[in-house]
């Protein structure tokens, strides 16, 4: 299985960064291959220009995607799998991961028909999103996961992150929260971040 990671985080001292890691070596370990897109380390561009928005708010496949675009495109589907790991900002993912899927899921790859598929040199088209065997979403929060449930947010996350952005662009689907790791709670925090990296890697060689 060949596994693409999308991952969100601004800072490489973070706990999401070591569970990367550890999902990581629980693919490797397994013998699955992956590639990764940091989107803060390649700086990927997360507004969508006017053009953008217009071919997408029409339906108009003509113009041509920027070329950060259809590389992201490409690594999805020359993937079995898609997973996305970051942390849980306001009960949403970070800005930078919203973004992305406002750039990427574009007319013709995640909806739509994009009609001429193979296009010219100078204007390449989209080529249409796979079916994905799985997708899946490791969100890591502060909050605990019996509070997020008991708050509602839990099912709002899942929702957006499955109902909506992978809805059935992937066979199967699955969320997981590894929560509990707000730093003003110490002794949770550590009890959590064992249990959590351990759950990455198993998640890693499962998938």
Known sequence: MHVHIV???PSEQSLTAEIRDAFIRGLENSGKTHTISELYKQNFKTDMTEEEYLR???????PPLAPDVLAEQA???????????????????????VGWFSRVWSFGFAY?????LEGTPE???VKPMKTL???LVIACAGNTKEALEEQGRLQAMENVMLGDRIYDR?????????????????TLRV?????????????????
């Not at 009890?191 to 998938?207: D, R, S």
């Open 112 to 116: 739509g028909v994009a009609g001429d």
């Open 133 to 135: 065997d799985k997708a």
């Open 56 to 62: 997408d708010a029409f339906y108009n496949a003509e």
């Open 170 to 186: 992937a066979l199967h689907k699955e969320f997981v929260l590894l929560g509990g790791t707000e730093r003003n709670n110490a």
């Open 75 to 97: 690594l999805i589907n020359a993937a079995d799998a898609l997973v996305f790991i970051y942390p849980v900002f306001w009960t949403e993912a970070p800005a930078k991961l």
């Open 191 to 207: 009890q959590m971040e064992e249990q959590h990296l351990k759950t990455a890697y198993q998640l890693g060689c499962e998938l």
């Open 123 to 125: 204007n390449p088209r």
């Open 7 to 9: 991952y969100c985080h």
